[in-house]
């Protein structure tokens, strides 16, 4: 069974700790969309010291040195950042080659100038700004839909490659200049891409058809999704989302594999909510509760290094996710974050306007109007981090989880106790009624 591994919440609920925990149990682990926006970090415990991987491009499979990883086509490939990351853990000890990195060439390249007009678009909607990570993501993806966009399989034509980045280059600084912005040196821009050309065409494969070949010979694919559901471009807090199709439905569009595909989706949601830059947050906590949170959790954003905004669990956003993606399971990370406090507020709905709900309205103005609607539960004042089985944990996080698991509609398959890959309850028991065994 091909199981998909999606972002529940606002992103950064610990998805790369999740998949590299599964990777061994697939034969590919491909992404499907975003760009290295997305950090995924994945601690491994190696000579009894901790070693940390920051994944921005990479599927977080890279770490299983006998498993294939695809970048596919639904992402947006920074050529500069795809090299310093296979460098990176090339130095780290990790293989990176053309047998175990594949980068579609249908992916679309982000582009120096896209960076610069991220930053110059950001620049001008001053207190209206979204909140980007001024990587260049948005506007490449418009290049794409543009139909202007280039391709990561242009990179194995250096003649052609030269042509479409001076063409480009010259039409993306006209439109810097009406911005403000600084412009690209197009000499320079051109020889960097016949660099990029000899270091990564040796990786660029046609991954449509490699995936869906490999589905046929009966290989396991573990899907990787970045950023999260309420970031998703069509079901997100629209304008304050990603560009790409997060939720279930880019897992498709953005890999080449069919619907019928993906046989489980499992949702990945912290024991509290976070979200990175603007928008609407109802349960944040501006207080001494919300920024002890963010310590306790080192919620700071692991490709920019922004502090997260925190707040209690939504259980809004959580049905909401299970609705949209499908979820049979969902994945719980960060319950020892919460173990020092004296209890612990869950969001079961909305008062907007006066009027209380269980839905997630469209627009963002309004879930920005958005009162919680909390009920509260007891802490346990006890230490979870590492804790292994369900049973051993205090009485009550066992009913906190119970909770969570009831407003949200889905069981737990995984329950993470701290950030290590040991660290981590495994419900086979919900595993096996979803169709997967883990179990050797």
């Known amino acids: 069974?091909?199981?998909?591994?999606?972002?529940?919440?606002?992103?950064?609920?610990?998805?790369?700790?999740?998949v590299d925990m599964l990777a061994p149990h697939f034969d590919v682990v491909t992404r499907y969309q975003g760009g290295h926006n997305a950090g995924h970090t994945v601690i491994i415990r190696q000579g009894g010291a901790d070693q940390k991987f920051v994944l921005h491009l990479i599927p977080s499979g890279i770490t299983h040195a006998?498993?294939?990883?695809?970048?596919?086509?639904?992402?947006?490939?920074?050529?500069?950042?795809?090299?310093?990351?296979?460098?990176?853990?090339?130095?780290?000890?990790?293989?990176?080659?053309?047998?175990?990195?594949?980068?579609s060439n249908r992916a679309h390249l982000i582009l120096p100038y896209h960076v610069a007009l991220d930053r110059a678009i950001e620049a001008g909607r001053g207190?209206?700004?979204?909140?980007?990570?001024?990587?260049?993501?948005?506007?490449a993806y418009e290049d794409k839909m543009a139909r202007r966009g280039l391709m990561v399989g242009e990179l194995t034509d250096p003649a052609r490659l030269s042509e479409r980045l001076r063409a480009n280059?010259?039409?993306?600084?006209?439109?810097?200049?009406?911005?403000?912005?600084?412009?690209?040196?197009?000499?320079?821009?051109?020889?960097?891409?016949?660099?990029?050309?000899?270091?990564?065409?040796?990786?660029?494969?046609?991954?449509?058809?490699?995936?869906?070949?490999?589905?046929?010979?009966?290989?396991?694919?573990?899907?990787?999704?970045?950023?999260?559901?309420?970031?998703?471009?069509?079901?997100?807090t629209y304008p304050f989302v990603t560009s790409s199709s997060s939720s279930v439905g880019g897992a498709c569009t953005g890999t080449g594999l069919p619907p019928s595909a993906v046989g489980l989706v499992i949702g990945v949601i912290k024991a509290y909510t976070t979200r990175v830059g603007g928008g609407p947050f109802p349960t944040e906590l501006n207080d001494e509760t919300g920024e002890a949170i963010r310590a306790r959790g080192q919620e700071f954003g692991a490709s920019t290094g922004r502090p997260r905004r925190t707040g209690w669990f939504d259980a809004v956003i959580a049905r909401y996710s299970v609705m949209i993606n499908g979820l049979g399971a969902l994945a719980l990370t960060k319950l020892d974050v919460l173990d020092e406090l004296d209890e612990i507020r869950v969001c079961t709905g909305y008062r907007?306007?006066?009027?209380?709900?269980?839905?997630?309205?469209?627009?963002?103005?309004?879930?920005?109007?958005?009162?919680?609607?909390?009920?509260t539960l007891p802490g346990w004042k006890s230490p979870t981090r590492g804790i292994r089985r369900f049973n051993d944990l205090p009485s009550r996080a066992q009913d906190y989880l119970r909770r969570l698991s009831e407003l949200s509609g889905a069981p737990f398959a995984f329950i993470s106790t701290g950030p290590e890959r040991s660290e981590t309850i495994v419900d086979h028991d919900v595993l096996r009624a979803c169709g997967l065994s883990l179990e050797e």
């Open 1 to 18: 069974m091909n199981l998909a591994i999606i972002g529940a919440q606002w992103g950064d609920e610990g998805k790369g700790k999740i």
């Open 66 to 103: 006998a498993k294939t990883c695809v970048i596919g086509n639904g992402v947006v490939v920074d050529p500069r950042a795809l090299i310093a990351e296979m460098a990176e853990l090339r130095g780290k000890g990790v293989e990176v080659t053309p047998r175990n990195l594949k980068v």
């Open 127 to 139: 207190g209206n700004a979204v909140g980007t990570t001024m990587r260049g993501i948005g506007p």
């Open 169 to 236: 280059t010259r039409q993306a600084n006209r439109l810097l200049a009406m911005l403000g912005g600084e412009p690209i040196d197009e000499d320079r821009l051109v020889e960097e891409g016949s660099q990029w050309c000899q270091l990564l065409a040796p990786h660029i494969e046609d991954t449509t058809y490699y995936l869906n070949q490999a589905m046929r010979d009966g290989q396991r694919i573990l899907i990787e999704g970045a950023q999260a559901t309420m970031l998703d471009i069509d079901h997100g």
């Open 352 to 375: 907007i306007n006066g009027q209380v709900t269980d839905r997630v309205p469209f627009d963002a103005e309004s879930l920005s109007a958005a009162e919680p609607v909390c009920e």
